[in-house]
């Protein structure tokens, strides 16, 4: 399974706005074109579950967009593998809010509610907060070193307009 991000410190509301729209935008142009490269399935997990974390994935890195419609048979023939694990896999993202599940219509990529995106950027606000307040109150050199090591790094990200270099980040 590929390495989840670590969590970034917020340098200011502004400028969080500003890298947050360049992501955007970087991944609508990229269009979904990364749903060409299709996983490596491993004989001893799941196969509906890679399909799944592979689905999920390109959703939340914004390779597939929202609205693009999911074909089963497209994306069983593209992994290798029969239409019952791609059923599944729908089955989980849209339980989870990523797909919606339009009965003779088809499975599309769910659209971003603005309600929910401004919830959870007061969740993840709030969540940040105190963490910076207990990271403070614990605060060793090495913790300060590490933190302005990972401020600067995603400064010089941000100077080169690597906008996945800065999320990765």
Same mark, same amino acid.
């Given at each position: 399974?590929?390495?989840?991000?670590?969590?970034?410190?917020?340098?200011?509301?502004?400028?969080?706005?500003?890298?947050?729209?360049?992501?955007?935008?970087?991944?609508?142009?990229?269009?979904?074109?990364?749903?060409?490269?299709?996983?490596?399935?491993?004989?001893?997990?799941?196969?509906?579950?890679?399909?799944?974390?592979?689905?999920?994935?390109?959703?939340?890195?914004?390779?597939?967009?929202?609205?693009?419609?999911?074909?089963?048979?497209?994306?069983?023939?593209?992994?290798?593998?029969?239409?019952?694990?791609?059923?599944?896999?729908?089955?989980?993202?849209?339980?989870?809010?990523?797909?919606?599940?339009?009965? =003779? +219509?088809? #499975?599309?990529?769910?659209?971003?509610? *603005? %309600? $929910?995106? !401004?919830?959870?950027?007061?969740?993840?606000? &709030?969540?940040?907060?105190?963490?910076?307040?207990?990271?403070? =109150? +614990?605060? #060793?050199?090495?913790?300060?070193?590490? *933190? %302005? $090591?990972? !401020?600067?790094?995603?400064?010089?990200?941000? &100077?080169?307009?690597?906008?996945?270099?800065?999320?990765?980040?």
């Amino acid at each position: 399974r590929p390495r989840r991000p670590r969590p970034q410190v917020a340098i200011n509301r502004k400028w969080t706005l500003q890298i947050g729209m360049e992501v955007w935008q970087s991944r609508c142009r990229a269009g979904n074109r990364k749903m060409d490269q299709r996983p490596r399935i491993n004989p001893g997990i799941s196969t509906a579950q890679q399909v799944h974390d592979w689905l999920h994935d390109l959703i939340l890195r914004g390779d597939l967009l929202p609205g693009t419609q999911l074909s089963e048979s497209e994306i069983a023939g593209r992994v290798g593998v029969s239409r019952q694990p791609v059923r599944e896999a729908f089955i989980r993202l849209a339980g989870a809010g990523l797909t919606e599940v339009r009965p =003779q +219509r088809g #499975t599309f990529i769910g659209r971003i509610s *603005l %309600r $929910e995106v !401004l919830a959870v950027r007061a969740i993840r606000e &709030a969540v940040e907060s105190d963490m910076i307040r207990i990271l403070t =109150q +614990r605060m #060793t050199d090495d913790i300060h070193r590490d *933190l %302005r $090591e990972q !401020l600067d790094r995603q400064r010089a990200a941000a &100077a080169r307009r690597d906008v996945n270099g800065f999320v990765l980040l």
